[in-house]
C-alpha cells in the first residue's frame, strides 16, 4: 500500500529556514519521479519541485527556485525539500505527491497528508 508522509513544518520568520520531509512506503522512492506542491487558503495546489527518476536532475516553480532545493535519500526512502530564505508568500500547507502503477500497470496519484508552513514575523 502506498503511503506518503510528510513531517517538518512550522512557523518560520521571513528569510529562515526549513526542511520538509516525506517518509514513503508501499514502494521505492528510486522507482519514481517524485514531486512536491503547496496549497495556500483559498488556492489551488501548485506544482513546487520534483525530483527526476535518475534521481539526478531536480526541476523548480519560478517562485522558488534559487531558494529551495529537493532531494531524496534511497536507503531512508525518503525525499527532502530544503527551503531557504522564506518568504510570507511561502505559507502553504505542503504535500509530496508520486503517480505511483501497480502490478497491472494502472497509474494512480498519491498524496500526502501534508504539513504547515507558516511564514511570519
Known amino acids: 500500500q502506498v503511503q506518503l508522509v510528510e513531517s517538518g513544518g512550522g512557523l518560520v520568520q521571513p528569510g529562515g529556514s526549513l526542511r520538509l520531509s516525506c517518509a514513503a512506503s508501499g514502494f521505492s522512492v528510486d522507482s519514481y519521479p517524485m514531486s512536491w506542491y503547496r496549497q495556500a487558503p483559498g488556492q489551488g495546489r501548485e506544482w513546487v519541485a520534483e525530483?527526476?527518476?535518475?534521481?539526478?536532475?531536480?526541476n523548480y516553480a519560478n517562485s522558488v527556485k534559487g531558494r529551495f532545493t529537493a532531494s531524496r535519500d534511497n536507503a531512508e526512502n525518503t525525499v527532502y525539500l530544503q527551503m531557504n530564505r522564506l518568504k510570507p508568500e511561502d505559507t502553504a500547507k505542503y504535500y509530496c505527491?508520486?503517480?505511483?502503477?501497480?502490478?497491472?500497470?494502472?497509474?494512480?496519484?498519491?498524496w500526502g497528508q501534508g504539513t504547515q508552513v507558516t511564514v511570519s514575523s
Open positions: 525530483i527526476t527518476l535518475s534521481g539526478t536532475m531536480t
Open positions: 505527491s508520486v503517480y505511483h502503477r501497480d502490478y497491472r500497470g494502472v497509474g494512480q496519484r498519491y
